[in-house]
């Protein structure tokens, strides 16, 4: 019973502190959060949803960093990366390609999907090319 107090009172300590510090933290540091929690979400909703996160606009560096974590993630999730990427707009697709070039993860990125078959990783590719 002692322990299961001790444990209460950690994660009571830890969510409080977690929303002073959300409650402090600037628009890139929320949609790091959110992204990061989406992503978590990844494998109990609707891909839909993720999607519509993607595309919806939060600000020019809020966006930039919502995509560069979704990128990142990708590289190491690539089968769950191409599944959204099927539904993700043509418009946010063309952004991922900037992101990737101007976030200087484009060598990796380019060398985990090289040999890709996918359109949208391919369409990424071409944008990356562009970039240089």
Not at 8 to 19: K, Q, S, V
Not at 44 to 59: A, S, T
Not at 75 to 94: A, D, G, S
Not at 102 to 113: A, G, Q, T, V, W
Request: aromatic share 16%.
């Amino acid at each position: 019973m002692k322990i299961i107090k001790i444990i209460l009172i950690i994660f009571i300590i830890t969510f409080a502190t977690g929303i002073f510090v959300f409650n402090q933290s600037d628009s890139i540091m929320k949609i790091n959060i959110y992204t990061r929690y989406m992503i978590f979400m990844n494998n109990f909703v609707d891909k839909k949803h993720i999607v519509m996160w993607l595309e919806n606009y939060h600000g020019e560096a809020p966006n930039v960093e919502k995509l560069r974590i979704f990128i990142e993630w990708g590289i190491k999730n690539k089968q769950e990366f191409i599944k959204i990427l099927r539904i993700v707009n043509f418009k946010t697709r063309e952004k991922m390609s900037w992101v990737v070039c101007d976030s200087n993860i484009k060598n990796i990125f380019y060398k985990e999907f090289e040999y890709s078959e996918s359109n949208n990783i391919n369409f990424i590719i071409k944008g990356i090319k562009k970039c240089k």
